[in-house]
């Protein structure tokens, strides 16, 4: 099997100066699957940053991928501004009820602060175990739910989403609260030694209209990134679903890096906005992580670099989203040996054996993996 | 002066797909008062609207929430209309167990679903979200319902789903239904795995389907 040549970041920092490197960065999103690496149970995580951190370390280590994420749920920052948050005993959180039954409550929202409301002081020391214990070799990130996304659980997603053609300026409102609330705990995590990444799941064409992401996404994007900039950190965008209308926004709004799903096609992200930001997916994490065979997630790495490796800011390896909890640790593994495998800049051979085997039916229009 | 029945219909199927809700109640009393049929109304009119709607959403012309709004519309005109539906006009109306899986609390795609089956004439029993899989079985059996619609949007929940029709084998009644399944993490292969017999992109592909599964009829 081939080995690792350089740490993740030696790795990362040769790829942003062009120069040699082993291998492509991947990042298969590693979620509450590391409770199973560890063995623990999802609700023991909750409110205890030594085990969160312990997880992402452990997990890490055994895959060797090239960005942790600090990640349990979406919902941290919502609960600490009062929404209620379900946790199963082994399953990922979820929200139970929003913040606010109704909009006219709105003034009783208050920004979260990062050291004392809900379960953020535990992700914060959970961030800061993890920076401490690996950061001098891999990029550690703490996930921010961004301003529309946040703003969904404070009020329900349905409410939300009828506020933006009722009542546009509550949802102004909501955002900008939630905005606040990210500032901080943005602050917060690059002041634990961590790097924000963000996630903003509902702002998706499958959600909002491209119109509708330039009036309730864009500008708070704008805002929570020119922050994170300010304190010299790149930002990784991820936005679920059907995004293809909005790359140039998210790029616009300051992304160094856009994280898409397998909703979005990644050779038209490379023609569309290559020349402008980094790309980063979309290996289906249901239908290939999770239920794929290890030669199942192999072809769609194959695929994925084969058609955007050579995007002009460059590309990461990576699932479309965060995987779910019970993918194999086989087919993770696989999507880490077949970046290896192919090497960089890719292995020519490899490739035409994968199309001599038959797995490129088409050459360069098709899209990632099972589209085929 | 009072405008024929095929323009009123047309108008108050613009009212959905204009997510009017005052316009879209008006016109459906207009409907009552003018003596003219409900579900005949409800068909061409709201249905109506609510199928353009859909197609607006497939053609991204509409996202979720005009989608949301043409179904505020259409469902304060069903409330206008329903209790004028005259009773043998109903005719066959299939029955559809529908629910989010358990531990899912995301149901925003299962109410569209309800809603265009509603629609559409099927008679929708509404379990809501996170159900235990053998409440689906349950429900299907107590009011003899010909299809058990599932539905999630996260990836960890999709077993039940596979855990409803092992229920349905283990009791030998899987013929009895049509298990369709949809969401988010939810893909054509999947349904095929667990031996769904339908799966379904969006609300108005699941009305094409539920219509296909129960032999082109409803």
Redesign the interface.
Known sequence: MIKDQMTPIERMAAYNKGQQIDRLPCVPIVGNTAARVINARISELRGNGKLIAKAHVVAYKLFGYDVIRVFTDLYVQAEAMGAKI?Y?YD??A???VPAIDDISEIDSLEPADPYKDGNLPHHIEAMKIVAEEVGNEVTVTGPVTCPFTNASFLIG??NL??L???DPDKVHKLCEISLETNLRYAKAIIDAGCTPSLTDAMSS?????PK?FKEFSYPYLKRLIDYIHSRGKSVTLHIC??TN?IWELMAEAGADCISIDNDANLLEAKQKVGHKVRLMGNIK???TM??GTVSDVKKAVFECIRQAYDSPKGYIVASGCSL???TPFRNIHAMMDAVREIGYPPNEDVFNYMIYKGHFPSQYDSYCS?YI | MSVGKEELFKELSDAVVNMDEDETVLLSTKVIVDGYDAYEAIDKGLADGMDRAGKLFEEEEYFIPELLMCSDAMYAGLDVLKPHIKLDSEGERYRVVIGVVEGDTHDIGKNLVKIMLESAGFEVFDLGRDIPPIRFVEKAKEVNAKIIALSTLMTTTMDGMEEVINILNQHNIRDQYKVMVGGGPISQRFADKIGADGYSVNAAEAVRLARKLVGGAA
């Open positions: 379900h199963p399953q990922t979820y929200l139970e997603a349905e989403v009828r933006t053609l009722k064409n499958t959600v909002i209209s509708q679903g059907k209308k994490p249901s239908e999770l239920q779910p909890t019970e099972d």
